[in-house]
Nanobody, 124 residues
Framework: QVQLVESGGGLVQAGGSLRLSCAASGRTFSSYGMGWFRQAPGKEREFVARCSRSGGSKYYADSVKGRFVISRDNANNTVYLHMNNLKPEDTAVYSC?????????????????WGQGTQVTVSS
Protein backbone atom coordinates (compact mmCIF):
# COMPACT_ATOMS: atom_id res chain seq x y z
CA GLN A 1 0.00 0.00 0.00
CA VAL A 2 1.31 3.43 -1.00
CA GLN A 3 -0.20 6.76 -0.07
CA LEU A 4 0.67 9.79 -2.18
CA VAL A 5 0.26 13.42 -1.12
CA GLU A 6 0.90 16.28 -3.53
CA SER A 7 1.78 19.84 -2.66
CA GLY A 8 3.14 22.96 -4.30
CA GLY A 9 0.27 24.00 -6.49
CA GLY A 10 -0.99 27.55 -6.68
CA LEU A 11 -1.63 30.59 -8.82
CA VAL A 12 1.18 31.85 -11.06
CA GLN A 13 1.46 34.24 -13.96
CA ALA A 14 2.26 33.04 -17.43
CA GLY A 15 5.99 32.55 -17.83
CA GLY A 16 6.42 31.72 -14.17
CA SER A 17 7.55 28.54 -12.45
CA LEU A 18 6.27 26.12 -9.84
CA ARG A 19 7.61 22.98 -8.26
CA LEU A 20 5.15 20.27 -7.33
CA SER A 21 6.05 17.63 -4.77
CA CYS A 22 4.53 14.21 -4.21
CA ALA A 23 5.41 12.56 -0.92
CA ALA A 24 4.94 8.81 -0.68
CA SER A 25 4.41 6.71 2.41
CA GLY A 26 5.98 3.31 2.93
CA ARG A 27 9.45 1.86 2.61
CA THR A 28 9.09 0.54 -0.93
CA PHE A 29 8.99 3.83 -2.83
CA SER A 30 12.00 2.84 -4.94
CA SER A 31 10.04 -0.16 -6.23
CA TYR A 32 7.61 2.12 -8.06
CA GLY A 33 7.86 3.93 -11.32
CA MET A 34 6.26 7.36 -10.89
CA GLY A 35 4.26 9.66 -13.11
CA TRP A 36 2.43 12.96 -13.21
CA PHE A 37 -0.94 13.53 -14.85
CA ARG A 38 -3.22 16.54 -15.11
CA GLN A 39 -6.89 17.16 -15.66
CA ALA A 40 -8.36 20.45 -16.77
CA PRO A 41 -12.06 21.27 -16.32
CA GLY A 42 -14.18 19.44 -18.85
CA LYS A 43 -11.25 17.46 -20.17
CA GLU A 44 -9.95 13.95 -19.69
CA ARG A 45 -6.96 13.23 -17.51
CA GLU A 46 -3.78 13.46 -19.55
CA PHE A 47 -0.24 12.22 -19.13
CA VAL A 48 2.44 14.81 -18.29
CA ALA A 49 5.67 12.99 -17.35
CA ARG A 50 7.00 9.74 -15.95
CA CYS A 51 10.27 8.43 -14.57
CA SER A 52 11.78 5.06 -13.79
CA ARG A 53 12.40 3.60 -10.35
CA SER A 54 15.87 5.11 -10.20
CA GLY A 55 14.82 8.36 -11.86
CA GLY A 56 17.38 7.82 -14.59
CA SER A 57 14.85 7.33 -17.37
CA LYS A 58 12.33 10.10 -18.04
CA TYR A 59 9.62 10.65 -20.60
CA TYR A 60 7.43 13.68 -21.29
CA ALA A 61 4.30 14.63 -23.13
CA ASP A 62 5.07 16.78 -26.16
CA SER A 63 3.09 19.65 -24.67
CA VAL A 64 5.50 20.02 -21.73
CA LYS A 65 8.79 18.81 -23.19
CA GLY A 66 11.54 21.35 -22.65
CA ARG A 67 9.55 23.18 -19.96
CA PHE A 68 8.83 20.54 -17.27
CA VAL A 69 11.29 18.25 -15.50
CA ILE A 70 10.40 15.22 -13.41
CA SER A 71 12.80 14.10 -10.70
CA ARG A 72 12.73 11.90 -7.64
CA ASP A 73 14.52 11.54 -4.32
CA ASN A 74 14.27 7.94 -3.20
CA ALA A 75 15.95 8.68 0.11
CA ASN A 76 13.06 11.01 0.97
CA ASN A 77 10.26 9.13 -0.84
CA THR A 78 9.42 12.13 -2.99
CA VAL A 79 8.88 12.80 -6.67
CA TYR A 80 8.91 16.31 -8.08
CA LEU A 81 7.59 18.11 -11.12
CA HIS A 82 9.54 21.27 -11.92
CA MET A 83 7.40 23.45 -14.18
CA ASN A 84 8.93 26.37 -16.04
CA ASN A 85 7.62 28.86 -18.58
CA LEU A 86 4.07 28.07 -17.55
CA LYS A 87 1.23 28.80 -19.92
CA PRO A 88 -2.49 29.34 -19.27
CA GLU A 89 -3.20 26.00 -20.97
CA ASP A 90 -1.19 24.30 -18.20
CA THR A 91 -4.00 25.15 -15.77
CA ALA A 92 -5.27 21.88 -14.29
CA VAL A 93 -5.34 19.64 -11.26
CA TYR A 94 -2.02 17.79 -11.19
CA SER A 95 -1.83 14.31 -9.68
CA CYS A 96 1.04 11.96 -9.13
CA UNK A 97 0.69 8.24 -9.70
CA UNK A 98 2.69 5.17 -8.75
CA UNK A 99 3.09 1.99 -10.74
CA UNK A 100 4.69 -1.18 -9.38
CA UNK A 101 7.01 -1.50 -12.34
CA UNK A 102 10.33 -0.19 -13.63
CA UNK A 103 8.69 2.69 -15.48
CA UNK A 104 5.97 4.99 -14.29
CA UNK A 105 2.52 5.02 -15.91
CA UNK A 106 1.77 6.68 -19.23
CA UNK A 107 -1.89 5.73 -19.31
CA UNK A 108 -4.06 6.35 -16.22
CA UNK A 109 -5.11 2.69 -16.29
CA UNK A 110 -1.51 1.68 -15.60
CA UNK A 111 -1.37 3.44 -12.24
CA UNK A 112 -1.66 1.41 -9.04
CA UNK A 113 -1.97 4.38 -6.69
CA TRP A 114 -3.00 8.03 -7.01
CA GLY A 115 -2.59 11.16 -5.00
CA GLN A 116 -5.48 13.52 -4.36
CA GLY A 117 -4.18 16.21 -6.69
CA THR A 118 -3.07 19.83 -6.40
CA GLN A 119 -4.47 22.77 -8.35
CA VAL A 120 -2.24 24.76 -10.68
CA THR A 121 -3.68 27.95 -12.17
CA VAL A 122 -1.74 30.00 -14.70
CA SER A 123 -3.04 33.49 -15.41
CA SER A 124 -2.40 35.29 -18.67
Amino acid sequence: QVQLVESGGGLVQAGGSLRLSCAASGRTFSSYGMGWFRQAPGKEREFVARCSRSGGSKYYADSVKGRFVISRDNANNTVYLHMNNLKPEDTAVYSCAARLAVYGPINPSEADYWGQGTQVTVSS
